[in-house]
């Protein structure tokens, strides 16, 4: 990924580089979470995030972004991190 695209905030705590405003709205509007989104966030820290809403998240991220995800990415999304990963395989 570009230095465009994700900063570092100046800590040191896990999580802390700077998620992705597009990736971030579409998080939290699936979940209608409404703590930091960081990439560390993860189906732990989100108790909405169950599997339904992982499918809302795949058809969220999927109609936002115009991609379409295999299986594979689907399941490998297990935190914001991994949505950045799999978005920037498909040169999002």
Do not use: N, Y
């Amino acid at each position: 990924m570009s230095e465009e695209t994700i900063t570092e905030k100046k800590s040191t705590s896990p999580g802390a580089a700077v998620v992705r405003a597009d990736i971030a709205e579409v998080f939290s509007d699936i979940f209608q979470f409404e703590g930091e989104v960081r990439f560390d966030t993860s189906h732990e820290d989100v108790e909405r995030w169950d599997s339904l809403q992982h499918i809302a998240l795949i058809a969220g991220l999927e109609s936002t972004f115009g991609v379409s995800l295999s299986m594979d990415e689907m399941m490998e999304i297990g935190c914001v991190a991994d949505i950045h990963t799999v978005l920037g395989r498909h040169g999002v």
